[in-house]
Each structure stands twice: as structure tokens, then as C-alpha cells.
């Protein structure tokens, strides 16, 4: 479980720190729409999907943006999704089996 905790925390620091470049264009894109789209997006991906898709990020922090809108994806829902997997305990396991396996 600590491995998990830790893999988790490491994709979030380097999320945080990606958002931090789109800080101020996002201030402005806080809308109902985008929380609908963003309560879509977490339930479409499986915990094995966003594993991967984690993986496929942590080998290329740089491309992570292209990354996310490939899977049609923004960073904070990436996060919000990584949040509600977190909170399963087996949801978390399937994640970090997906996570190792494509790293």
C-alpha cells in the first residue's frame, strides 16, 4: 500500500507542478460544463487505463499534455480520476498493477 501511496503522490507532484504553468488560463475556464465533463471523463477510464495512461506520463513528463488530450483528458481530471481510484482499495491495486506493468 506504501508503493501505491507513493507512486500516487510522485504522478501528482509532477501533475501539480504541470499545472502550475496554466494556472492563470484555468482561473477562467471554471464552469458547470467543465465539471460534467470532467465527471464523464473519471468514469470512462478504468483503474487499469489510468494506470498506464500514469505510466505513459512519468516516462514523458514533457508530453503529458498531448498525453491527456489524446485520451481526451485536462490534467485536473486525470487528477480528479487518480483521487476516486485512490479511494477503492481494489480500484488502487488494479492502478498500481497497470502502473508497473507499463513502466
Known amino acids: 500500500m506504501r508503493k501505491i501511496t507513493i507512486g500516487i503522490a510522485a504522478l501528482s507532484l509532477v501533475l501539480v507542478l504541470g499545472c502550475k504553468k496554466q494556472e492563470s488560463t484555468s482561473e477562467y475556464n471554471n464552469s458547470s460544463s467543465n465539471t460534467v465533463a470532467s465527471q464523464q471523463a473519471t ?3 478504468s483503474p487499469e487505463d489510468l494506470g498506464k495512461l500514469g505510466a505513459e ?3 514523458n513528463p514533457k508530453d503529458a499534455d498531448k498525453i491527456l488530450s489524446a485520451k481526451g483528458l485536462t490534467q485536473e481530471q486525470f487528477e480528479q480520476a487518480v483521487r476516486k481510484v485512490a479511494e477503492s482499495p481494489s480500484d488502487s491495486k488494479k492502478y498500481a498493477d497497470a502502473y508497473k506493468k507499463a513502466s
Open 57 to 59: 506520463i512519468k516516462k
Open 43 to 45: 468514469t470512462n477510464l
